[in-house]
């Protein structure tokens, strides 16, 4: 069982920046796939951003050029850089890790954009 603790979500205005932060649990973080995904209310869960084990991202078109994930395998973590936020931004934002063909989730830490 891998456990998953998102933090750093908050309150921001429009055009403010915050840095989200992954910590997985497991000596073999670095060969987990991470990702970051987003659920606001009303809405499904959609992917935000990825990061496989070697490195290579992958973003959703409405975060492309504001969104930068990466991850720090010395410490088990993956952060999400989110700039220019917009109030459609609003939403909880879970952590993943796929591993072995398993997904394991965060509890997810709400990120509100409003003036």
């Known amino acids: 069982q891998v456990q998953v603790v998102e933090s750093g979500g908050g309150s921001v205005q429009p055009g403010g920046s915050l840095r989200l932060s992954c910590v997985a649990s497991g000596s073999i973080f670095r060969f987990y796939d991470m990702g970051w995904y987003r659920q606001a209310p009303g809405k499904q869960r959609e992917l935000v951003a990825t990061?496989?084990?070697?490195?290579?991202?992958n973003y959703a078109d409405s975060v492309k050029g504001r969104v930068i994930i990466s991850r720090d395998n010395a410490k088990n973590t993956v952060y999400l850089q989110m700039n220019s936020l917009k109030p459609e931004d609003t939403a909880v934002y879970y952590c993943?890790?796929?591993?072995?063909?398993?997904?394991?989730w965060g509890q997810g830490t709400q990120v509100t954009v409003s003036s």
């Open positions: 990061i496989t084990r070697g490195n290579s991202t």
């Open positions: 993943n890790v796929n591993f072995g063909s398993k997904y394991y």
